[in-house]
């Protein structure tokens, strides 16, 4: 039957780390506890990321980590050219040139590096592709790509020996195991520190397993790679280093409201000040929310300038958490300054929001310009694009001088430029609505008593939102009751029907079909169990409700579907941002499928909810039916009794008959 699938992805989110996640060796063997064995002297990984220059663009890296201890020996990969390869590629390591040769269809790079190349535990690879011709206004459309770059290293990886070491300035996975029974505050804690390494860490994988899974999932990961454990000890908070399945291990323990405070630390490049193997009175406090006005300086443009004749452009990346919640308008007012517009040359700057035009002037008279702009509500989305376009043509119009004679040059005030926003919402209930919808507080609820299986699915979510979120989010288990009797966004992991008929849920947990739009038809009988993700508003707040069904109360098989929806969400390409609609649905086999709940047939218990208003609206119409009947009634009566009164009197008014009387 034709489905509506979920994109899914490999794990990588960004090229630039993904290279470094698996250029960074990984570590076979244990030779003996709490030492790493060391890769064989000139062994290679070769990796499937790769990053493109198109002709005259300005050079594109690569960021590869380098664990301490290991040391970069040569660096291999493959450069192809598409289009017409005339020029010259150009390729770097932290700015020192390491192939420079004429472009042709393919080239082979292989140079090699060392430790004098690596810059803050990193080594940058870059590539550039200088056309052989350039014009002032047209760019070539030629592009090289480095792909299947392989790093060797010698050495042994460092083992942290202090708290500090163990936090470096990009690790490429962090594995966090979930004991059996967790308590409550264990819980919390593990989804808070899950949130504090997606926000420290954003390119790393994040894996929240059960503790006794750890072994077999952390098998072949790269070096560099750390365990992180939380667990419950009703002393003071303190923090230990050891090793777990030969990778360097940060134990986390305490108890209460303690705990989650100082998981929520481990986000703090501060943790840097722990020079010791163990450390205690771990803590910190909520980061402040982020305003409603922010400047591009405040969204991570430092600086922005364009440059040249033609259409150069920048862009800046916009979340609405970057306002501290969910927002209904923006305005956006730009500053900065320009050169002096040559006699009949021409030059305007454009504003774009997501590739809607928002307003767009000419860059005349003086060397100051302001651009004042709204974004309409049906613009935004909750990742958005702010793009910035210099349109410029040298005097005459004529392109065919060398480029950079006298180029136009646009600078933004980065911080002066600024972005004004409404708190409001945007969006319709759904997925988009996440993660802004929280703000910074996540108040986590479990459906049912299996606390392993739900805190290991709600990390697992947190991780996947977090990458979204511009601000730390602040997880904490609250009962079930009380999320479902407060005004709070929240979310809820395992699920029962009671629990999704209690929460209004559009999709209950018990057997469901749909309606077939535009070819789209799902099904599940009594046989087929489902389990589901479902972004909803409900008395005026959002929910996030995972859950699943299973025929005759099959725990653990719905326990299995609940696992695959928070791993696939996890994994899909794009993230949280790649999910659309409001209801992501699996079964034990196949692919997940997003949905529009608009296109299921009422179940029912949906339909047991408006039972009550049925019968309030069938007494109302009965009412108001015997109000009529009542009224047409004395409405006859009173006609009947007023035609009586006019006949009478007529009757009274009219003369006698002659030949009466004397």
């Not at 860490?201 to 072994?215: C, F, L, N, Q, S």
């Not at 376009?389 to 040059?409: F, I, K, N």
């Not at 069938?618 to 004395?634: E, N, Q």
Request: hydrophobic residues 45%; proline residues 6%; aromatic residues 4%.
């Amino acid at each position: 039957m034709p489905l509506t699938p979920a994109r899914s992805r490999t794990r990588s989110r960004a090229a630039a780390v993904i290279v470094a996640c698996a250029a960074t060796l990984a570590l076979s063997a244990v030779t003996a506890p709490g030492a790493l064995a060391a890769p064989s002297q000139g062994s290679a990984l070769q990796t499937s990321s790769s990053v493109s220059a198109l002709a005259g663009q300005n050079e594109q890296t690569l960021v590869v980590p380098v664990t301490a201890g290991l040391e970069p020996t040569r660096v291999k990969g493959a450069i192809s050219v598409s289009g017409k390869p005339e020029g010259t590629v150009r390729a770097t390591v932290n700015g020192r040139v390491i192939l420079e040769a004429n472009a042709s269809a393919n080239l082979v790079l292989d140079a090699r590096v060392s430790n004098a190349d690596i810059t803050n535990q990193q080594l940058t690879v870059g590539l550039q592709f200088v056309p052989a011709t350039q014009t002032m206004c047209v760019v070539s459309n030629a592009t090289a790509t480095l792909s299947n770059l392989v790093v060797d290293f010698s050495g042994t990886a460092m083992v942290p020996t202090t708290v500090g070491e163990f936090f470096p300035v990009s690790v490429p996975a962090v594995v966090l195991p979930v004991p059996a029974d967790p308590g409550a505050d264990v819980s919390a804690a593990i989804m808070t520190a899950t949130a504090a390494m997606s926000q420290r860490y954003p390119d790393a994988a994040i894996t929240v397993v059960p503790e006794a899974e750890v072994g077999a999932r952390t098998a072949g990961l790269p070096a560099g790679s750390r365990i992180l454990s939380v667990v419950a000890d009703q002393g003071g908070i303190s923090t230990k280093l050891g090793t777990a399945a030969g990778l360097p291990q940060l134990i986390l323990s305490g108890h209460d409201e303690e705990l989650r405070t100082a998981a929520r630390a481990l986000a703090s490049d501060k943790t840097a000040l722990a020079v010791t193997s163990s450390v205690t009175g771990l803590t910190s406090a909520l980061p402040a929310a982020p305003g409603l006005t922010q400047s591009l300086k405040d969204l991570g443009s430092t600086t922005l300038k364009l440059s040249g004749y033609g259409t150069p452009e920048s862009y800046v990346g916009v979340t609405q958490s970057q306002f501290g919640g969910p927002v209904s308008s923006v305005k956006v007012q730009l500053k900065g300054t320009h050169t002096a517009v040559p006699d009949n040359a021409q030059a305007q700057i454009s504003v774009f929001w997501n590739d809607y035009l928002l307003s767009s002037k000419n860059l005349d008279g003086g060397d100051t310009f302001t651009v004042d702009a709204d974004v309409p509500a049906g613009q935004l989305q909750a990742k958005n694009g702010l793009r910035i376009r210099l349109a410029a043509l040298p005097a005459g119009g004529d392109c065919t001088g060398p480029a950079g004679v006298m180029p136009m040059e646009v600078t933004l005030d980065t911080a002066g430029s600024i972005l004004a926003a409404v708190r409001g919402g945007s969006t319709k209930a759904g997925f988009a609505r996440f993660p802004q919808a929280f703000g910074q507080s996540v108040p986590v609820a479990f459906g049912d008593g299996n606390a392993q299986a739900n805190t290991v699915n709600a990390a697992s979510l947190v991780a996947s939102l977090q990458r979204d979120s511009a601000t730390l989010l602040d997880t904490r288990v609250v009962g079930l009751d009380a999320l479902a009797g407060s005004s709070e966004s929240g979310l809820v992991v395992g699920a029962t029907a009671e629990v999704a008929n209690k929460l209004s849920a559009p999709l209950r947990l018990a057997e469901f079909r749909t309606i077939s739009p535009s070819g789209v038809e799902y099904g599940v009988g009594t046989t087929a169990p489902f389990g589901v993700l479902e972004a909803f508003e409900q008395g005026g707040r959002d929910l996030l409700l995972l859950g699943a069904w299973a025929p005759e109360g099959d725990a653990a098989a719905a326990s299995v579907l609940q696992s695959s929806l928070a791993t696939h969400v996890g994994g899909v390409e794009g993230g949280w941002a790649s999910l659309s609609r409001n209801l992501l649905v699996t079964q034990p086999s196949g692919t997940p499928v997003l949905l529009e709940s608009n296109v299921l047939v009422p179940q029912k218990a949906v339909t047991d909810d408006y039972r009550p208003y049925a019968w309030w609206i069938g007494g109302a119409v009965l009412v108001l039916g015997l109000a009529f009947a009542l009224r047409t009634v004395l409405m006859r009566r009173h006609a009947k009794e007023a035609q009586a009164y006019v006949d009478a009197e007529e009757k009274a008014s009219e003369p006698a008959e002659p030949g009466h009387g004397n």
